[in-house]
């Protein structure tokens, strides 16, 4: 997940889309960075992964979520019709997908042009098996909408 999510802000953030899907490899400029920060108290342990373009916007976030839940039922759909399922498996939404199903509780604080953060934050009881619920909190900068 923490692999699937750098990714992303290296890539996405960057406007290196087109990379990204071809697996290029890219090296960042010098003024371009993506931050890492780890940190735990006694139950719990928070990732931070910070770009400081500011392009990942709620609806990007809702359509991937929503993506992975159509692609879901379409594989299970196939299963149960016994169709291939290679026609429905996709990458998109994959990063915020292994999010959803392995962190307690997840932010996107975004404001446009300027930085997105996401907050990942897990109980060390987890540790061994995924949260039953997650939750998702979506913050952007008023003036963007």
Same mark, same amino acid.
């Given at each position: 997940?923490?692999?699937?999510?750098?990714?992303? =802000?290296?890539?996405?953030?960057? !406007?290196?889309?087109?990379?990204?899907?071809? #697996?290029?490899?890219?090296?960042?400029?010098?003024?371009?960075?993506?931050? /890492?920060? %780890?940190? &735990?108290?006694?139950?719990?342990?928070? @990732?931070? @992964?910070?770009?400081?373009? !500011?392009?990942?916007?709620?609806?990007? $976030?809702?359509?991937?979520?929503? =993506?992975?839940? @159509?692609?879901?039922? +379409?594989?299970?759909?196939? %299963?149960?019709?016994?169709?291939?399922? =290679?026609?429905? /498996?996709?990458?998109? !939404? &994959?990063?915020?997908?292994?999010? &959803?199903?392995?962190? !307690?509780?997840?932010? %996107?604080?975004?404001?446009?042009?300027?930085?997105?953060?996401?907050?990942? $934050?897990?109980?060390?009881?987890?540790?061994?098996?995924?949260?039953?619920?997650?939750? +998702?909190?979506? @913050?952007?900068?008023? #003036?963007?909408?």
């Amino acid at each position: 997940m923490l692999n699937e999510m750098t990714i992303n =802000a290296v890539y996405h953030s960057h !406007g290196l889309t087109e990379e990204k899907l071809h #697996r290029i490899p890219v090296v960042l400029g010098e003024d371009k960075y993506v931050d /890492i920060h %780890f940190c &735990r108290n006694s139950d719990s342990y928070g @990732i931070s @992964i910070t770009d400081y373009n !500011g392009k990942l916007t709620r609806e990007k $976030i809702l359509e991937s979520i929503n =993506a992975v839940i @159509i692609q879901n039922e +379409l594989i299970e759909k196939s %299963f149960e019709t016994g169709e291939d399922i =290679a026609d429905h /498996i996709s990458e998109t !939404g &994959r990063g915020i997908d292994l999010v &959803r199903k392995l962190s !307690g509780e997840y932010y %996107f604080i975004m404001k446009m042009n300027f930085r997105t953060e996401i907050i990942l $934050i897990f109980k060390q009881s987890d540790q061994n098996h995924t949260p039953d619920q997650s939750s +998702l909190k979506i @913050i952007c900068d008023r #003036r963007d909408g």
